[in-house]
């Protein structure tokens, strides 16, 4: 039983028994920048690129994406705007801690397309390019906040990557790939201990914008999680235990084909150094020791049958069932939802219930988004529950979801609001104000005891994806949404009855209607 396991445990019981170091205040003068900064770098400026009409979420979302279609410049940049770009300037008012520091410069909070824990994005994007892209190859960093590409290092390493990737990896045979880095510090500055925990859920977000983007365009983004993780931080020039590198991605590109690695030379390697704002770095025990947990064994990838038995359990057939209706359309196209998402803090007003078809599109939305690709095998790993308080013709209560039926069970018809308030954590949200909150809930133990450590990261990478489909669903069907992570584990378990099944719950999403007309500002026509 590997050390995964016992952080697992200590997540589930944080609510009761806080993670050392229990003291910790963030100093937030002394705060990273939630970029990397590579002073000198060459960069290239993107294009700004159009997005088809017909892209829609609903397309988007779909289990069997299509996915036959080609990569080229302007997809990988309409791809990384709309995920991880800056795209506008929240201003809104809202219950959140951080809301008086909005409107000034140096703390403004800009919005992306994709979710991340804490606003603190630590995700790192770079682009290895071979010959066949249009720029010169190379290793390049994506800058967010410029929307260009910083070349990192000159030269084809794309054979690097293909066999860090081993055989038997998704995806197509390619001289392009993405590969995502964690950069601890970027957001254990704020959580410490349990910063390992959030930052491989922001993984799983980031992949569900870009498999969302992508099959909405009849492109596809296939996931790999076990690689050769040492061989490409040594190639990107990061000290593994101060930067994992969690997933790549090649991406299917007009006229790529997959090319060796040069023999009998020395490795090469980026030279040019991240340059940090903050003094002061600490680092934690828990974090340091979760990378190397589950970077140890990262080249041994599972067979794909290895996490059937940790599958999602399927919904009892002895309790009452209720069938859901068809789910409300999401014919927006995937580039408007993204840009449309925002979390609620605070703005719920339950007078207004959600109705069954919204529900349901929600419900339909995580499910897919459950499906991460790649390295899962097909394998289903979370099963969903909602605390219903306001919807549309359905009694208060606690619901386990069917996918197969799309239909709810009844777990508890009693009214869950007391309940939820009771057992979140922070200010920033009146749960029973919430049409509904869904609980996404993994058997992440079965999970490690199938794929191993590494499995730690496979879970969160799941449930930050789906969600991430949530979100983007609720914007689609007009519902505001948030997710949250500060709730007791242990409650949820003893309020589900998971204590049998194996089953922890991850983090909580409500969706409900919004308070009509909230104060904004529009920074935009200031």
Known sequence: MGYAHDYAAAIMQRGRVPMAPADYVPNWADSPRKTKFYPG???????????????????????????????DLDALSGMLRDSYGLTGRRLGVQANTDL????????????????????????????????????????????????????LLTGDVSGEVREALGEGAPGPDTDQYLVLGIKYWQNAFKYNSFSFHAVSMDVGTILQTWRMWAAARGLSVEPAMWFDEERLARLLGVPVE???????????????????????????????????????????????????????????????????????????????????????????DVRGALRGRRSSFGRFESQKPVTKAQLAACLAAASAGSMLGGDTGGVRLAKLYAFVNHVEGLA??????????????????????????????LSNYNLEQAGAVLVPTVRTTAVLDAVGDRGYRLVNATVGALSQAVYTAAGAVRLGCGVALGFDNISFIEELGLDETGEAPLLIMLIGNERPAPADFRYEIA
């Open 396 to 425: 208060p209560g606690s619901y386990e979801y069917d996918p197969g039926a799309r239909s709810l069970r009844l777990v508890k018809e009693e009214r869950p609001g007391a309940f939820l308030q009771k057992n979140y954590f």
């Open 100 to 151: 008086s520091a909005l409107p000034f410069y140096p703390l403004a909070n800009w919005s992306r397309g994709t979710a991340s824990g804490g606003g603190l994005y630590p995700v790192s994007v770079y682009w290895v390019s071979g010959p066949s892209g249009p720029a010169v190859p190379g290793v390049h960093y994506y800058s967010t906040r410029h929307h260009a590409l910083q070349r």
């Open 242 to 332: 101060d930067e994992g590198v969690f997933a790549v991605v090649p991406l299917r590109w007009a006229g790529a084909t997959a090319r060796p690695a040069p023999a009998g030379e020395a490795p090469v390697a980026v030279r040019r150094k991240d340059v940090e704002r903050s003094r002061t770095v600490l680092t934690f025990e828990a974090v340091r020791k979760m990378q190397a947990a589950t970077a140890r064994g990262a080249t041994e990838r599972p067979d794909p049958a290895a996490l059937a038995p940790a599958g999602a359990l399927p919904a009892r057939p002895d309790r009452t069932e209720t069938v859901l209706p068809d789910a409300a359309p999401m014919d927006i």
């Open 41 to 71: 770098a060459d960069s290239m400026p993107l294009p700004d690129t159009d997005y088809p009409a017909d892209a829609s979420l609903d397309r988007g979302l779909a289990e069997v994406p299509d996915g036959g279609g080609e990569f």
